[in-house]
């Protein structure tokens, strides 16, 4: 017994030794995913593309050798399901599985520059746990199921569904992936993340039936095993640091800070943003308004993207402006009876907005100005590429139903009209964010943002027959006001003071 206890002693220590020697990290990734469905069609009429969707999650990896590292965590994964039609370049989207995924990933670093900046490609395979599933009803039980018109100046497509997504509790992907990474010289490690799953099972399965302009009916479906790839970006830790290279931190350390203080002290800086913007809208009746139907952050979002140019005109006061992109869309709910909504998002081509700023901003640092909280106020331009008036007009009808209540059966047309009220809008801007140095020159920064407009540049007509019996119209406005959380970098540039 006591050469057994030795035995499993001189195991652990030497366990621990190699470990010791070698990165532990955490991490947290978030993005875009999009889901891939294989169709079939015997009209020619159906299409498919990548469903928008968002995935996050966290990691734990270790290193076992140099350069081969393994890595688990838990992400929060939703799918997806689609309609989509080509002669109207339309699709109807609604969710389908919400499920909590564990990857098992091996992965080798291959380093490009100083062990600054390297590239992971990896293989793993994902437990998928889909919280959805009813182990009460048959596989074959359609969980989903809808009906609707849509018509434009050329053609009117009618079509029904049924969706079955009860086929398995638990389903396994092969995920295949590389990252691209720049490591920081204080444990911190950023990554452009792209990967593919590979589903080994059916998960979902749409099938359609439609006409054309009164044409033939004709039947089609889709099939996803959960296929889908994703676009990440990933923050890691290596909370080995905590008990490893504590004295050459300690060495370091007046170096690095003193490096940091000189780039500070650099007149200009160039930076861009992402991030995802929450808009505003004003509705002119109680039973009309914008979309707010669904937890996708994706779709119930507008993405926000740009470039700003900074000036510093004292330590702590700067001066920045920048060009931005909101890629907007038109959304609408309307609500029937005091339970049941419907509502939908509108895209068309050149419908987006341009932001031009001019922020003044205040620096307060701390942590020996590596990090600072940035508050600022100013005004922007607001303004788009289309003209004034009406730029797009669509038409929907819709049978509305509900498989746990026969009562429940309404048919609804509905026509969207939208239009371009001016061609200029001021916003009032204010914000707060914070700003980190990765390195000497390299800055992260993580701002939350709020725009104030006072005159409606977008409004969108809606008007709706419920049944032959019920008429009602109202107009969803938009002013520019919105909240956008944004990430992104900025460098220092230029010459010192």
């Known amino acids: 017994m006591k050469k057994i206890s030795f035995r499993i002693a001189i195991f652990i220590s030497l366990s621990t030794s190699v470990f010791a020697q070698n990165k532990t990290y955490i991490g947290f990734d978030f993005g875009y995913k999009g889901d891939i469905y294989q169709f079939a069609d015997y009209g020619n009429s159906l299409t498919a593309y990548p469903i ?41 989207s609604g969710s389908s599985i919400d499920s909590w995924q564990i990857p098992f990933r091996l992965k080798t670093n291959i380093n490009l520059y100083k062990n600054k900046i390297s590239i992971s490609p990896y293989i793993g395979y994902v437990l998928a746990f889909n919280q959805n599933y009813t182990s009460s009803r048959p596989n074959n039980a359609s969980l989903g199921y809808g009906s609707a018109t849509i018509t434009n100046s050329t053609d009117s497509i009618s079509y029904y569904y049924d969706e079955f997504s009860n086929y398995k509790k638990v389903f396994s992907l092969i995920e295949t992936g590389i990252a691209l990474n ?31 302009n009164n044409q033939p009916e004709q039947k089609g479906n889709y099939v996803s095993n959960g296929d889908n790839f994703q676009v990440l970006i990933g923050l890691k830790y290596q909370i080995s640091n905590i008990w490893q290279n504590k004295n050459e931190r300690e060495n370091n350390k007046k170096e690095k800070l003193s490096a940091i203080n000189n780039s500070g002290k650099q007149k200009f800086y160039i930076g861009t943003d992402i991030g995802l913007s929450r808009n505003k809208f004003d509705n002119t009746n109680q039973n009309i308004y914008a979309f707010e139907k669904t937890p996708n952050i994706f779709w119930n979002n507008d993405i926000i993207i740009g470039l700003k140019i900074g000036y510093k005109a004292t330590e702590k006061i700067s001066i920045e402006t920048g060009y931005y992109s909101l890629f907007f869309t038109n959304s609408y709910t309307i609500k029937y009876y ?37 508050p600022y106020v100013g005004a922007a331009i607001f303004t788009h590429y289309l003209g004034v008036g009406k730029y797009d007009t669509s038409i929907f009808e819709t049978r509305a139903s509900n498989e746990l209540s026969s009562s429940i059966n309404d048919t609804t047309t509905i026509v969207l009209t939208a239009y371009r009220e001016k061609n200029l809008n001021v916003l009032f801007v204010a914000g707060i964010g914070v700003e980190y140095f990765l390195t000497k020159k390299l800055i992260f920064t993580l701002y939350g943002n709020s725009s104030t407009g006072f005159k409606e540049i977008n409004r969108l007509n809606l008007v709706y027959d419920k049944n032959t019996v019920l008429h009602q119209e109202g107009d969803i406005g938009y002013k520019g006001t919105s909240f956008n959380i944004t990430c992104g970098l900025k460098m220092n540039i230029g010459k010192y003071e």
């Open 338 to 374: 005091n339970s049941y909504s419907e509502g939908g998002k509108i895209r068309t081509g050149g419908t987006g907005f341009v932001q031009v700023p001019l922020r003044f901003k205040y620096n307060y640092y701390l942590l020996n100005n590596r990090l600072a909280i940035v």
């Open 182 to 212: 720049y490591k920081t010289k204080h444990g911190f490690q950023w990554s452009i993340i792209t990967n593919y799953n590979t589903g080994l099972s059916k998960v979902i399965q749409q099938n359609v039936k439609y006409t054309i």
């Open 52 to 92: 928008p969707g968002s995935v996050y999650g966290f990691n734990l990896g270790q290193e076992l050798k140099n350069s081969i590292i393994v890595e688990s965590g838990i992400y929060k994964v939703n799918y997806w399901s689609s309609v989509m039609f080509k002669e109207l370049s339309f699709g109807s």
